[in-house]
């Protein structure tokens, strides 16, 4: 398993421990299951703030997370101002 895929489970992990539980009849991703193991955590930290999806219907679980979404999930969890521009010289700008 790719380090990117592991820090995306670990963070998955870590909101479902710190969530509380929510009731889920039906996601708006089509490829979040509702009985998938990850489904609360996905809702919780989508309802949050913290983590959109990749569309309005995919949220794309098992896609392999880049630097720059780690850096903007922990900075969404420290509570930092969604609106600010950040770069990395090494990361294509629409990535």
């Given at each position: 398993m790719k380090r990117s895929s592991k820090v995306f489970?670990?963070?998955l992990c870590t909101l479902i421990l710190l969530c509380t539980a929510v009731s889920v009849s039906a996601?708006?991703?089509t490829d979040v299951p509702d009985d998938a193991w990850y489904t609360d955590a996905v809702?919780?930290?989508n309802r949050l703030g913290i983590m959109n999806g990749t569309?309005?219907?995919t949220f794309a679980p098992?896609?392999?997370l880049t630097?720059?979404?780690y850096v903007a999930i922990l900075f969404r969890l420290a509570g930092g101002e969604a609106n600010?521009?950040?770069s990395f010289t090494?990361?294509?700008a629409d990535s």
């Open positions: 489970l670990l963070l996601t708006k991703w809702v919780e930290a569309s309005d219907t098992l896609k392999n630097r720059a979404e600010l521009d950040f090494d990361v294509p």
